[in-house]
């Protein structure tokens, strides 16, 4: 269950972490395959980002597949008592770097593994199942047989808390008939407001809410009113986009995805920006007329 504390840390399951930390997706090859182009440059990354208080970093072991989470190894192992390690299973990597399906429980329980062994751990803090979106997005299908086989893992010891991930609020309410879930990590960003109404019913349940593509993933952020707000403010436009999500909904947690330290460094000082409400008010319009015009 989510409890926010006055110093802006959330409970994600039963561990304190702050609302802004880092998503690892980013320090893959192009096309999050293979190796980065530069590994010194990945492995500061992670070890500035920890050396900067986060402790929360989001990962998987398709990311490369493998790699990053061997970086994350490399650069912080053996891992700060207080840093939260959460993944995600649910697809597997041709060869060619395709995307496929893996949400099996046999193909879910080797993913786990897989996440276990490259990571160097023993038990991973959450493990979020990630439904593997369809043609068009997400649909609606029963998830039940592979949330079970994540239940039955987590019986084992091999996982202390499950999240869900590209979840619709019907198959997030099928999980949580399940086995209980402490997260939902979905797209969502100023300008990609679909799952309003759900996040707003996790905050009323104490479920956190992980947004993914924060700052608009491949495709980032463009647009003339967060342009506006952000030179009012005299930051940057994707510090901006951060501090709208932390004062979305307090059972926001942030992990942006970011190569280098310097937009890291960036990223992380959005936590201290303060969104007057005028400014909140101007920002909200843009997701009113992209999304729902
Ligand atoms: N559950 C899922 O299906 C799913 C899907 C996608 C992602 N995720 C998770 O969510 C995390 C966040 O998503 P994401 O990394 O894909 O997208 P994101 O955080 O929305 O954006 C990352 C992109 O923005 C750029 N960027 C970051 N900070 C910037 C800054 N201050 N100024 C300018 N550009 C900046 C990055 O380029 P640079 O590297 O040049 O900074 C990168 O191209 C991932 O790392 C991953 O852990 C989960």
């Given at each position: ?27 893959a090859g192009?096309h999050v395959f293979g ?58 990597r041709?060869?060619?770097g ?196």
């Amino acid at each position: 269950m989510t409890k926010i504390d006055k110093a802006g840390s959330v409970t994600l399951g039963d561990r304190a972490v702050k609302r802004m930390g880092y998503g690892a997706m980013q320090l893959a090859g192009p096309h999050v395959f293979g190796p980065p182009k530069d590994r010194d440059a990945a492995l500061a990354v992670l070890r500035t980002a920890v050396a900067e208080g986060v402790n929360h970093i989001d990962t998987s072991d398709f990311y490369g597949p493998h790699v990053v989470n061997q970086l994350i190894r490399e650069a912080l192992s053996p891992y700060p008592d207080d840093l939260v390690i959460v993944t995600k299973v649910g697809a597997v990597r041709g060869e060619d770097g395709s995307w496929n399906a893996a949400q099996e429980p046999g193909q879910l329980h080797a993913a786990v593994e897989d996440n276990l062994r490259n990571l160097g751990l023993s038990r991973i803090e959450v493990v979020n199942f990630r439904i593997h979106p369809g043609h068009h997005g997400r649909g609606d299908h029963s998830i039940a047989r592979s949330f079970e086989a994540m239940a039955a893992m987590q019986a084992e010891g091999l996982i202390r808390h499950l999240g869900i991930s590209n979840a619709t609020a019907s198959q997030v309410a099928e999980a949580r008939a399940i086995a209980p879930v402490v997260c939902v990590q979905n797209q969502y960003n100023l300008a990609h407001r679909e799952d309003d109404a759900l996040i707003d019913a996790l905050a009323a349940d104490g479920i956190a809410y992980v947004p993914f593509f924060p700052l608009g993933g491949f495709t980032p952020l463009q647009s003339s009113c967060l342009d506006a707000v952000a030179q009012q403010l005299g930051a940057s436009p994707m510090q901006v986009a951060l501090a709208w999500l932390l004062r979305r909904s307090p059972n926001i947690l942030l992990i942006p995805g970011t190569s280098s330290v310097a937009h890291l460094r960036e990223n992380l000082a959005a936590a201290t920006l303060d969104l007057s409400a005028e400014a909140m008010a101007t920002l909200d319009a843009i997701g009113s007329s992209s999304d729902r015009a």
